[in-house]
Nanobody, 116 residues
């Protein structure tokens, strides 16, 4: 059974940093592309960052230069390093695995709150 489990969310002041982790199980992790999405209160879930099986990354304009996605295939883990956090980054963050454009799993989400 494929499972994705996120961790690392929390409360942080503006300008602060957090690192999210997403651990995968039940799958050959290195064969899957991975995304981080987020859903802010009252809004749709949107993609924040993506990383391919080969390590190619892509970011939403709103987080470019502040967020970094990475993966460690030996640990079956994808990370999202979030720096210079802003109140508008407040959301539930989800990881997703996909292959050939098809979603294979979603995590349960982790809350990130940025506030003074």
């Amino acid at each position: 059974q494929v499972q994705l489990v996120e961790s690392g969310g929390g409360f942080v002041q503006p300008g602060g940093s957090l690192r999210l982790s997403c651990v995968a199980s039940g799958m050959s992790f290195h064969l899957y592309n991975m995304d981080w999405y987020r859903r802010a209160p009252g809004e749709e879930r949107v993609v924040v960052a993506s990383i391919s099986t080969g390590g190619i990354t892509d970011y939403a304009d709103s987080v470019k230069g502040r967020f970094t996605i990475s993966r460690d295939n030996a640990k079956n883990t994808v990370y999202l390093q979030m720096d210079s956090l802003k109140p508008e980054d407040t959301a539930v963050y989800y990881c997703r695995s996909y292959v050939y454009g098809k979603t294979t799993a979603w995590g349960q989400g982790t809350q990130v709150t940025v506030s003074s």
